[in-house]
């Protein structure tokens, strides 16, 4: 079993990146990273490394989504954010990804930046595999329309 002070040097980065996918903001990232790992002191049993990670995601992702959610965060004055967790020559297509409505915006950062598979991704988000099939496939149709010079919709 690792130290705490371990799990967060392991997984804070993922964490940040994963929560700023949907929060948008670095500070409101970093928050929902803190509040993670508050929640991971209460709980004590993982069967193992991977199911530890795997819960860290989807607490993530429901605390950024909460977040969203909140009308404080509705209501708050919109800042400009840099994305400077990415390294530079993946920078254009996040931007592009970051567009994207959160129920494709979460399955394609979980699989093309996380490296998760779709049935690990249905896990995560407790959806069925064909739902995050279905999301991966419209996200990546919208990606290369915004991308070839197409408009956003929906």
């Excluded at 997984?11 to 948008?24: L, N, P």
């Excluded at 605390?63 to 969203?68: G, I, R, T």
């Excluded at 909140?70 to 931007?95: C, G, P, Q, T």
Aim: with cysteine; aromatic share 12%; hydrophobic share 40%.
């Amino acid at each position: 079993m690792k130290n705490f002070e371990e799990l967060i040097d392991l997984y804070s980065d993922m964490i940040i990146r994963i929560a700023f996918q949907i929060v948008k903001n670095q500070a409101d990232a970093e928050d929902v990273c803190q509040e993670v790992f508050i929640k991971l002191l209460k709980e004590k049993d993982f069967k193992s490394e991977e199911h530890r990670k795997a819960w860290l995601i989807r607490v993530t992702v429901n605390k950024s989504k909460d977040l969203v959610k909140s009308s404080w965060f509705r209501n708050r004055a919109e800042l400009m954010d840099n994305i400077a967790v990415y390294e530079n020559e993946h920078l254009h297509i996040v931007e592009e990804v970051m567009k994207l409505p959160i129920k494709y915006r979460t399955p394609i950062y979980l699989y093309y930046f996380e490296g998760y598979s779709v049935k690990e991704i249905a896990n995560i988000l407790n959806k069925s595999q064909n739902t995050v099939l279905s999301w991966l496939n419209r996200g990546r149709k919208k990606l290369e329309y915004n991308m070839v010079g197409g408009f956003e919709n929906e």
